[in-house]
């Protein structure tokens, strides 16, 4: 963002930019509570002087506002000017202050903030009792959502022409509460100089498939799973994802299990064949290794999967075989771990998760899902989205067997991994939305029909 706003300071003085943040700041809390006194708190920089343009256009709307500045701007600076145009009450920077107002407005740092908190900061944010944050609330990584030691949390926070990473990702997003991102009159065309690689996750940033009359089962897709003896559930749940997100022809390769597979439903088409006679159908371009399998079981099968050039999409028992050894994915087009899965393969993704998995697609030439609080897609070319569009009811058994499906089905319809594991994603987490509080994955994907159409009205 440090970019973006040098880059916009070229046409619109950084100025005007400042009086149009203080103003939607100010637009943003009264559009959130009622009139109360109001404390703003200001740092030195562009965050404070984002905060007393803030105060002056509420104290104009008649609000009580008085400013506590940590310390006052350099002279000559916009920021200096926006307090001189501030010609209300001033205030100690104060435990006793924050704790008098109704509503504390945090402008102490913002987004930029890459140091610990430091006294008497962390105290007077610690004794506001309801605070609404500019930018992001100070002691907040903006780049990684992780606290810098001391942060307080917000109830809203409003930021300015793109929300930052730290917003989305977890665990800023517990401290930023409701996010608002306004328009401050910086041009979009910016994004395309600065070379955006991080998103958020939503319909426009990839596009469905659509159908047309002429297409048929196999121009949708023929999505192939190999089922394990000990947990054949999984396979038929990633089965029924794959089918419900739009796959043509789904397959379970199950050898022993086969007839016991072949008692679900009758769309499935169950294969008791051996691997390598399967793999000969060149139809069979898409699968997925993993879902039920033990490690030894994975062991056995992915090599071969690999070896045939085919599209895979490896979790569950195919990452645990890779365990300290993620090497052994490389070939694959897709992984999907969670957080356990992916600290055995890669280590802990720490306080910078975005860049661990960044740095993780990269190793093993794969679009990575780290599925979370916060889903992170990374592909190796450095693309990155960020998918807060789900519900914590989706961390039950299965449901990630589930997401498989939905992901396979849609690179067998031809979209590229990277797309087809961020639109897998988002609509994995909307039938979770749909699903209702406590749904089973097998409810999940009774549910990908309409988020699929959801998602179609979305991208425009």
């Known amino acids: 963002m440090g970019e973006i706003d040098r880059i916009a300071s070229d046409t619109t003085p950084i100025a005007a930019l400042m009086e149009n943040a203080g103003r939607a700041v100010a637009r943003a809390v009264r559009g959130w509570t009622r009139p109360c ?9 562009n965050n404070g002087g984002d905060g007393y343009v803030a105060a002056r256009r509420l104290a104009e709307c008649g609000w009580p506002v008085a400013v506590a500045a940590t310390a006052e701007p350099s002279p000559g600076g916009d920021a200096a000017r ?5 010609r209300g009450p001033r205030v100690p920077f104060s435990v006793a202050e924050a704790a008098r107002a109704d509503l504390v407005l945090d402008a102490v740092f913002g987004a930029g903030l890459s140091r610990h908190l430091a006294e008497p900061a962390v105290a007077v944010l610690s004794a506001a009792r309801r605070l609404v944050a500019v930018d992001m609330p100070s002691g907040v990584d903006g780049a990684t959502g992780s606290p810098l030691g001391y942060a307080p949390k917000a109830e ?4 300015f022409f793109r929300a930052k990473p730290g917003h989305l990702l977890h665990p800023g997003r517990e401290f930023v509460g409701a996010l608002q991102v306004h328009d401050i009159g910086v041009s979009a065309s910016i994004l395309d100089q600065v070379g955006v690689r991080t998103w958020r996750n939503e319909p426009g940033l990839w596009r469905l498939p659509v159908l047309t009359p002429a297409s048929h089962k196999y121009t949708r897709g ?47 088409i169950v294969d008791s064949a051996p691997l390598p ?6 139809r069979r371009r898409v699968w997925i290794c993993g879902p039920g399998l033990t490690p030894e079981e994975a062991g056995l099968i992915l090599p071969q999967l690999l070896a045939a050039s085919r599209c895979v999409l490896a979790d ?7 365990t300290s050894m993620p090497e052994r994915l490389r070939g694959a087009a897709v992984i999907t771990p969670h957080e ?15 860049g661990a998995v960044r740095q993780a697609a990269r190793r093993i030439n794969a679009v990575v899902v780290l599925k979370g609080a916060t889903t992170i897609v990374a592909s190796p070319d450095g693309r990155a989205a960020l998918n807060i569009h789900a519900t914590p009811a989706l961390g039950t058994a299965g449901s990630g067997d589930t997401l498989t499906g ?5 690179l067998a319809a031809g979209m590229a991994p990277w797309d087809a594991a961020c639109a897998g994603v988002w609509l994995h987490g909307e039938a979770g939305l749909r699903a209702g509080p406590w749904p089973l994955a097998e409810d999940l994907d009774r549910h990908l029909g309409a988020a699929r159409e959801q998602a179609a009205g979305l991208q425009g």
Do not use: H, N, Q
Not at 37 to 45: D, E, F, S, T, W
């Open 316 to 322: 569950a028992g195919a990452l645990t075989w890779a």
């Open 156 to 159: 809203l926070t409003v930021t």
């Open 37 to 45: 006194r109001v404390l703003v708190l200001c740092g030195p920089g």
């Open 406 to 410: 939905v992901i396979g089905a849609l």
């Open 340 to 354: 356990g899965e992916f600290t055995r393969l890669f280590g802990p993704p720490g306080a910078d998760p975005l």
């Open 277 to 282: 006679e399967l793999l000969k159908d060149t």
């Open 82 to 86: 926006a307090s001189a145009l501030y």
């Open 222 to 268: 023929v999505v192939s799973l190999c089922a394990g003896e000990s947990m054949p559930g999984a396979a038929r749940l990633a089965a029924a994802g794959a089918r419900a997100a739009g796959a043509g022809v789904v397959r379970i390769a199950a050898g022993v299990m086969a007839d016991a597979l072949r008692l679900g439903p009758p769309g499935l």
